[in-house]
C-alpha cells in the first residue's frame, strides 16, 4: 500500500494549494480518507476527512471554510484545496486511510504517506 502525497510548497499568506494523494493498494471509495498536518514541535492533527459511504466530508475548526477535500475515484487519488493559507497553516501535511472506521484520529488510521511540506509565509 502506497500513499504519496504532493504539492506542498512556500506560499505567501492569502495564497492556495491544492495537495494530491495518489493511492496505490487500497481503494479511496472504500477507506475513508483523511488528511493530518504535523507542525514543528506539535502533535499530529486531523484537518479534514473523507467517508467512504457516501463521499460526505468533515473538517477541524481551523479548516472549515478554507480547505476543502475531495476525491476521484478514477484517478484512486485524494486532494485537499487549501486556500486563505494563514502562517498557522505551516506543517507537514500527510495524507491517510482508515480501513475500519470514520474515527479521524491519527492513531487509528491505518495507513500513512510520507507527508508534504507547506509553508506559510507572512
Known amino acids: 500500500v502506497q500513499l504519496q502525497a504532493s504539492g506542498g510548497g512556500l506560499v505567501q499568506a492569502g495564497g492556495s494549494l491544492r495537495l494530491s494523494c495518489a493511492v496505490s493498494g487500497r481503494t479511496v471509495g472504500r477507506d475513508a480518507m483523511g488528511w493530518f498536518r504535523q507542525a514543528p514541535g506539535k502533535d499530529r492533527e486531523f484537518v479534514a476527512g473523507?467517508?467512504?459511504?457516501?463521499?460526505?466530508?468533515t473538517y477541524a475548526d481551523s479548516a472549515k471554510g478554507r480547505f476543502t477535500i475531495s476525491r476521484d475515484n478514477a484517478k484512486n487519488t485524494v486532494y485537499l484545496q487549501m486556500n486563505s493559507l494563514e502562517p498557522e497553516d505551516t506543517a507537514v501535511y500527510y495524507c491517510a486511510a482508515d480501513a475500519v472506521g470514520t474515527r479521524w484520529s491519527p492513531r487509528t488510521m491505518n495507513y500513512w504517506g510520507k507527508g508534504t511540506q507547506v509553508t506559510v509565509s507572512s
Open positions: 473523507i467517508r467512504r459511504s457516501d463521499g460526505s466530508t
